[in-house]
C-alpha cells in the first residue's frame, strides 16, 4: 500500500463541527461529502471515525456514524461513551452488536481516568472477549491513572490519541522537558496492546495554525522511539483540524525525515490496516 494512507482519528458530524469563531469548520456541504473528496485526492483507503456526543455538537453521533460505514466499506467506527455514570455490559455489547469495533473514551484529568478504572469487570471482560480498540483523549495526568487499565486488560488496543495531549508549546521543548511530560505515556511502551496516534499536532502549537507546528517534533521523536514506527498511527483529526490547517497539512509533520520508507508507510497507513485486519487490502 506505498503511496496510500489510513487515516486513525476522523471525527464525522451530522450538522458540522462547530468552529470557535461561530459557523462550522466546514461551511458548505456536508462532512462526508468533503472527505470522502479528500480520500479521492489522497488515496485514503481505510478511515476509524471517532465517535462524540459531547458539548451539544451531536447527540446521536454514534448511530449516525453507523448509518454512515453501513454504505462505506472504508469506514470503521468507535462509539462514544462517557467514563462516569459507568455504562452497562449491556450497552457496550450493543455498540458491537449495531457494528462498532471499540470505544471512544475521554478522560481529560485524573478523575476521570479514575472513573474508567472504576468500570466493573464485566465491561472489561465483554471488551476484552471483543478485542475492542479502545481510543483514548487523555493527557498525561490522565495516563498516570491508566497504567493499570493498559497493562490489566492485554486483548484491547489502546490508541492515544494527539500524541497523548501534552499540551500547547510557543516554543519547541527540549528533549529533557518533552521527555519529563510525556513520562506517564512513554512509561506504557513496553504494553504491546499501546499504541499512540500521530495526529492532532496543531494541539501541541501555539499558535495552532503555525504549521509545520515544530513544537511537536521532539514528542514525536519521543514516540517513535519508545513505540517505534510498528505502534504510532496517523490521524487527521479531521473535520477539528481544519480550522487551523488544511488536510494537506495533516498528513506533513515533523518527523518523516527521520524514516525509512517502509517506516512511514507503517505509521502512514499499514498499521492502521493491520490493526484492522485488513492488512490485505493493500
Not at 1 to 18: I, T, Y
Not at 136 to 154: F, S, Y
Request: with cysteine.
Amino acid at each position: 500500500m506505498s503511496g496510500s494512507l489510513a487515516d486513525a482519528h476522523l471525527h464525522l458530524f451530522k450538522h458540522g463541527f462547530p468552529a470557535s469563531r461561530g459557523g462550522r469548520v466546514i461551511g458548505v456541504g456536508s462532512e462526508i461529502d468533503a472527505y470522502e473528496a479528500l480520500r479521492q485526492v489522497h488515496k485514503i483507503a481505510l478511515g476509524l471515525v471517532v465517535g462524540y456526543e459531547a458539548d451539544g455538537i451531536d447527540a446521536d453521533n454514534n448511530s449516525f456514524i453507523r448509518t454512515l460505514a453501513a454504505e462505506r466499506p472504508w469506514m470503521s467506527t468507535l462509539a462514544y461513551v462517557p467514563v462516569h455514570p459507568a455504562p452497562s455490559a449491556e450497552r457496550i455489547e450493543a455498540f458491537f452488536d449495531s457494528g462498532h469495533i471499540g470505544l471512544a473514551v475521554y478522560t481529560p484529568d485524573a478523575t476521570a481516568a479514575s472513573a474508567l478504572a472504576a468500570w466493573p469487570a464485566e465491561n472489561w471482560l465483554l471488551l476484552e472477549r471483543c478485542r475492542a480498540i479502545m481510543s483514548l483523549n487523555a493527557g498525561p495526568e490522565a495516563i498516570r491513572g491508566l497504567d493499570g487499565v493498559v497493562r490489566g486488560h492485554g486483548s484491547c488496543s489502546f490508541l492515544f490519541s494527539h500524541l497523548g495531549l501534552p499540551g500547547r508549546h510557543p516554543e519547541i521543548p527540549g528533549a529533557a522537558e518533552a521527555a519529563s511530560r510525556l513520562q506517564p505515556l512513554l512509561d506504557l511502551a513496553d504494553c504491546p496492546n499501546a499504541r499512540v496516534k500521530v495526529s492532532g499536532l496543531y494541539a501541541l502549537s501555539d499558535p495552532p495554525q503555525a504549521h509545520p507546528n515544530h513544537a511537536a517534533r521532539p514528542f514525536v521523536e519521543l514516540l517513535l522511539d519508545h513505540f517505534g514506527p510498528g505502534r504510532c498511527l496517523w490521524g487527521s483529526d479531521f473535520s477539528p483540524a481544519l480550522e487551523f490547517v488544511t488536510f494537506a497539512e495533516t498528513t506533513v509533520v515533523p518527523w518523516s525525515d527521520g524514516l525509512s520508507r517502509e517506516e512511514r508507510d507503517l505509521v502512514m497507513g499499514r498499521n492502521l490496516l493491520e490493526l484492522l485486519g485488513r492488512g490485505g487490502d493493500r
